[in-house]
């Protein structure tokens, strides 16, 4: 999966940092049919977490309804140096994982 | 006195009405600051992927994707040896048919990528597309395309795209049909989708047969929109509703 990472390269201690992720995903919600009449099976990003050295920032829960290629932003306080680390796992059981690195001042 | 301002207002309406406006400015608040913003704009993921394809197919020729800013903002263009207008993503096939490479659909993943990608490369330059010499032929075939009724509904895109542009349809705003963002993403779609599939959902619409991918008229049409967004600011990837 494609992905869209923005978190910034370098913070101030205790500054609030903004993390910006755009996952490239159908998030077929499971309610529509194909051409045939055909159920098309749900397909979803069902769980989100985000975690900074290793404490979690957020997790989310996600459900159909979201439209295709997620967008989600969140804000976590910048303490040390370190990497940000999103995982997310979908219908089909596929799970992601991508590393975004902070230089804390 | 006064009648002279009127005749002054009136033409300067006039004036308003005729200088092209880009369909962003038409878009709601939300969808203009999604497009603004690359990290939230998602035409971006087809540009990251196109850089991938670039670097497998195109960049032992082309070198960086930065070496093709201000490509996209002359397309489509009249190629006097074919004697046709040529799109760009016509013209990235020729490319790849010359150095042996599988021709890529007009809607195919790739080719938005790739188009994404060169396009992006372009975004600020005004559109400025040649429409002299023997290629004012094609514009004007393309003009015909554009004010002929057409369809069941038996509407010319001119009708609402140059007659009432600006006014409203339910609850949205009639755009001026500007093409200076393609390929772009559409929230409709949930994803990239070329001018040829914007063409194909247009005539649609107006219950009318679409035209082939590839055909002559097809290319008159594209030409000529793409002559008619001439000064606009290339917006790719654009956002829109």
Redesign the interface.
């Known amino acids: 999966m494609?992905v869209?990472l923005?978190v910034p390269k370098t913070a101030k201690k205790g500054e609030a940092v903004e993390i910006?992720i755009?996952i490239?995903h159908?998030?077929e919600s499971g309610q529509r049919r194909d051409e045939m009449g055909r159920a098309v099976p749900r397909m979803v990003i069902h769980d989100f977490v985000c975690t900074y050295n290793g404490a979690e920032v957020i997790r989310l829960a996600l459900f159909p309804a979201i439209?295709?290629?997620p967008?989600l932003a969140f804000s976590a306080r910048a303490e040390d140096s370190g990497a940000f680390t999103f995982t997310w796992m979908d219908d089909s059981g596929a799970s992601q994982t991508e590393t975004a690195l902070i230089v804390v001042e | 006195m006064i009648r002279r301002r009127a005749a002054l207002f009136v033409a300067a309406l006039l004036l308003a009405g005729a200088a092209p406006r880009s369909g962003h400015d038409d878009a709601s608040p939300a969808v203009q600051a999604m497009q603004d913003d690359d990290a939230e704009n998602p035409g971006m993921l087809w540009v990251e992927q196109g850089a991938a394809l670039w670097a497998e197919g195109c960049a032992s020729c082309h070198g960086t994707p930065e070496s093709v800013r201000g490509v996209s903002a002359r397309y489509p263009r009249y190629d006097p040896a074919l004697g046709r207008p040529v799109t760009l993503g016509a013209q990235v096939n020729q490319c790849r048919a010359r150095t042996g490479q599988a021709a890529w659909g007009s809607d195919s993943e790739e080719m938005l990528s790739v188009t994404a990608l060169v396009g992006r490369q372009s975004r600020g330059l005004p559109v400025a597309i040649d429409g002299s010499g023997p290629a004012q032929a094609w514009l004007q075939q393309g003009r015909a395309l554009f004010t002929e009724r057409q369809g069941q509904l038996n509407l010319s895109c001119a009708q609402c795209h140059d007659g009432l542009a600006g006014q409203r349809l339910g609850g949205a705003r009639i755009p001026q049909g500007q093409v200076n963002g393609y390929p772009l993403y559409r929230l409709e779609w949930q994803g990239l989708g070329s001018l040829d599939r914007r063409l194909r959902n247009c005539l649609a619409g107006v219950r009318a047969e679409p035209l082939p991918p590839g055909s002559p008229e097809m290319a008159a049409l594209q030409f000529y929109l793409g002559w008619r967004s001439n000064g606009l600011p290339v917006e790719t990837p654009a956002v829109r509703p």
């Open positions: 494609r869209l923005n910006k755009l490239s159908p998030m439209a295709a290629n967008f």
